[in-house]
């Protein structure tokens, strides 16, 4: 414990004196023999106005240890074996309910990662925010209001006087994660806890947010315990890092030194996983698999009665796409930008308007039977691995669902051998293809999204952000997968994807699209190193700076 | 749609089934689990093997209950009247009609002229036959029942003495002199046939109407909504009374009315999960590959809609039981003669002064619906997703 009531100077180092110190904390769930340990005996401590991360993959323990400071877990399901965690002296892990409720969300407050479900749907902003500094302060009525103006202000939410009678489904994502922030800032605590609080954010919005926490952190003198599995916040946030995998912190040092020189195998691979490399070297003469021209997706706005069409939603609006074969196209932009309707739209899965040709045939005029031979040659996979499988048919059943539609022939060995032959591609082992979904892991389901498609040898594969839902280290080896897939079979991919740093890995071209509309589009390497646009400047400057440059080219 | 291709992989599927590849009846991890949850659940699973028991054996109400014998031996010759009817002048009698076994005067030709015996059902009245020699006046009263001044009674007015010669009513006999035993047994099936007939027939409509609505959406949707609206207005008990007015009424024709009422109680719900689940990114990746909608609506949705209409399926069947009673109790169910628990009910009514009738028909008809209830909990319990999944991932 460090010396309490000392007056350090102000600019002291950072972390001098100990604010919150973890010892040897234990988390289990469940009693007895089928007790799962989520946390074995980690310690850390965070000194005051310093910013400590924990870093790991999803599973790794960390929101459960720091839910485990405000005793946030679900007990008695959960339980804590052993450890400690002194606040300010006082052992968090033993002090009476009533205690601990006037130190949650007033010494120590949390944010968290999904800003869509944190809120409550029900109640204006002013309210929600308002409580937490009733509650804490008893303060009310024109006083509370004052503050809350003064906090939303602080958060940078424009116009705030008029936002007080807002309800969150009227906010932006990133307007409610400000929201977030202003009520727990609210009673000026001395430790923030942050649980993934740009996880859900686009690219541009998480470089604003961070800004903002960076600002808000000097100005209130707090300190902050951030949670992530994304290393590039790690590096422009914290002072000290822990990082944490099966439970256990296994380095843990100053920011700049367990990035320059890594000891513990896991943070070097962890270190190591950041998708690398560049796409194969396009040819120029290759022939054109898919061509789409001036594609239109409207969804008509209707009103009144009679159900007249007043106007259109242009998800998306005159975009033109030529696939070559063998080659990628990546397609970028934030949320809403339109980019899976496009994606979905290529495969005729929605209706649009204008020619989409494939191989020389217009496919955009058929029916569904008609469409039905071209399906064996274009196929999809998707974000969400645990969306994407049907929890109810086992993996083999899954594999070769379009084997029964689109080759009759086969014989019950033959479609089992493509199967097999399908999910070795993928580095599945085929002697599981008859488990379920659930039994695998997020990176090996979509594994077999991938042999799902790759079974009909198809020539051209839409990748809906195909990466998006897994931890860095599985991303790089998907995105390994796909480069490998695309040299052997000479497949033609569409890789949408909100995150440039894979995009980067594999497209050979770029489609920059926002609103609908087709902001820059130029070989991969034009658009990288030279962009024309300033939303594209500002797209590469968020994702690979974390830097909010440019606001006024982005939303907020 | 494509019903063509339905039936070639349903076709391949039940090949490969015949050569052995895959097991028929597939039992994920997930039944199985929901096997075991109902299992822990000890009333529900209790209650499922009386049930079983007892609508086995109703099921079997012939061999239990029947005025005719199970077989007969006559001068060596086996007949077996349950099965073929048999004139009496087979057994040596006058009449050209069916023998009536119960008189005593054939049993006399069959064992003693005949030489031989007859091997009767548990109890020797079926649901309509009548007690001809009863003790006292209808309702007879049980005959354990019976006391001393009742068998005084029954010397004094005429009827059967209480000796060994009288035939036992373990319940009495109702207001024609019919067993109530007999009775109870085949109305218990008939209620619970009539509501298992009612149930499937209403779900499998009700599930195709809702799978429909709820996968195509847009304006089948709304027309069909506004159908159903109207529909479900029309007053169903004038109905069958008019239709009781003009013919009359036999087990399907009731059941045709009331089926056409009782289908729209799970539409509701299965175009509900059909239009969340239609927006699934697997069914997207189904459709993708090439599949008919028919092919995803059976393979890929179907399944999730079927937990909320298995979980349902009990209580539609307790309503379809109760809705058949209540009919029979207001005299607009079953014809005349029929075995059924209502008509039971009206005579409990109608006769106070023989509680026996009364007091049967609510214990029969409130352990039976008691039993229902308490297997549909516990499959109710079994198909909870928060159960089977969760305690599936630990």
Known sequence: ?556 | MDAPTDVAIQEQEAAEAAEGNRPWVRVSPINKRRWTIFKSHKRGYWSLWIFLVLFVISLFAEFVANDKPLLVDYQGELYSPIFKSYPETAFGGFFETEADYRDPAVKEMIEVDGDGWILWPPIRFSYNTENKDPPMAFPSKPTWLLTKEDCERAIEDGFHPCNDELEWNWLGTDDQGRDVVARIIYGFRISVLFGLVLTILSSVIGVAAGAVQGYFGGWTDLLFQRFIEIWTSVPQLYLLIIVAAVIEPNFWILLGILLAFSWVALVGLVRAEFLRARNFEYVTAAKALGLGNWTIMWKHLLPNAMVATLTFMPFILNGSITTLTSLDFLGFGLPPGSPSLGELLAQGKDNLHAPWLGLTAFFVIGIMLSLLIFIGEAVRDAFDPRKAYGAAEG
């Open chain 1, 1 to 556: 414990m460090a010396t309490e009531g000392t007056k350090t100077n102000k600019d002291a180092t950072r972390g001098g004196e100990k604010l919150l110190t973890v010892k040897d904390l234990s988390v289990d769930f469940g009693k007895g023999g089928g007790a799962v340990h989520a946390v074995k005996n980690i310690s850390f401590d965070i000194g005051k106005k310093e910013t400590v991360a924990l870093v790991g993959e999803s599973g790794s323990g960390k929101t459960v240890s720091a839910l485990s400071i405000l005793r946030l877990l679900p007990y008695p399901a959960a339980s804590h074996p052993s450890g400690e965690i002194l606040y300010k002296g006082q052992d968090l892990l033993k002090m009476r309910q009533s205690d601990l409720r006037k130190i949650r969300g007033d010494e120590i407050s949390m944010i968290f990662q999904e800003p869509m479900t944190s809120l409550n749907p029900l109640h204006t902003i002013e309210k929600q925010v308002a409580e937490v500094m009733t509650i804490h302060q008893g303060i009310s009525g024109k006083a509370a209001q004052a503050r809350v103006l003064e906090l939303l202000d602080a958060v940078g939410i424009d116009n705030p006087k008029e936002r007080l009678n807002s309800y969150p489904h009227q906010l932006s994502g990133g307007q409610r994660q400000r929201v977030m922030i202003a009520m727990a800032l609210a009673n000026d605590p001395d430790l923030l806890i942050a649980d993934e609080p740009t996880t859900a954010l686009d690219v541009t919005i998480q470089a604003q947010i961070l800004d903002l926490l960076l600002r808000l952190r000097e100005k209130l003198d707090m300190a902050m315990l951030l949670i992530t599995h994304d290393l590039g916040v790690v590096r422009k946030m914290a002072d000290r890092v822990c990082v944490m995998t099966n439970g256990e912190i296994v380095e843990h040092g100053p920011t700049k030194q367990i990035f320059k020189a890594p000891k513990h195998a896991y943070t070097k691979h962890l270190l190591a996983s950041e998708p690398k490399g560049r796409p194969p070297k396009a040819n120029p003469d290759a022939p054109v698999i898919l061509e789409a021209d001036d594609l239109k997706v409207w969804f008509p706005i209707r009103r009144g009665f009679l159900r007249r069409t007043v106007g259109y939603i242009k998800a998306v609006d005159g975009v033109d796409v030529v696939v070559p074969d063998g080659q990628t196209v990546g397609v970028v932009g934030e949320s809403g930008s339109g980019k899976t309707t496009l994606g979905l739209a290529l495969l005729r899965l929605i209706s649009s308007e204008g020619p989409v040709v494939y191989l020389g045939d217009r496919i955009d005029g058929l029916e569904s039977k008609q469409m039905r031979p071209f399906r064996r040659q274009m196929q999809i996979v998707f974000q969400d691995p645990y969306g994407s499988l049907s929890p109810r048919l086992s993996v083999s059943q899954i594999v070769e669902e379009g084997l029964l539609v689109q080759k009759r022939g086969l014989s019950a060995e033959e479609r089992r051998a493509r199967v097999s032959k399908a999910l070795k591609e993928v580095g599945i082992d085929p002697a599981t293809q008859d488990r379920y979904p659930h039994e695998f892991s997020g990176g090996q389901r979509q594994r077999i999204a991938i042999a799902r498609a790759l079974v009909l040898e198809p020539k051209f594969l839409v990748l809906d952000e195909p990466t998006s839902a897994l931890d860095v280290s599985v991303q790089a080896q998907i995105v390994d997968l796909l480069r490998d897939l695309q040299k052997r079979y000479s497949l033609a991919y569409l890789f949408i994807s909100h995150d440039l740093k894979v995009v980067r890995a594999l497209a050979n071209s770029i489609i920059v699209m926002r609103d609908g509309k087709v902001v820059e589009q130029g070989p991969a390497d034009t658009v990288f190193e030279n962009p024309q646009t300033d939303y594209t400047k500002a797209l590469l400057a968020a994702a690979f700076e974390l830097e909010a440059t440019g606001a006024e080219a982005v939303s907020s």
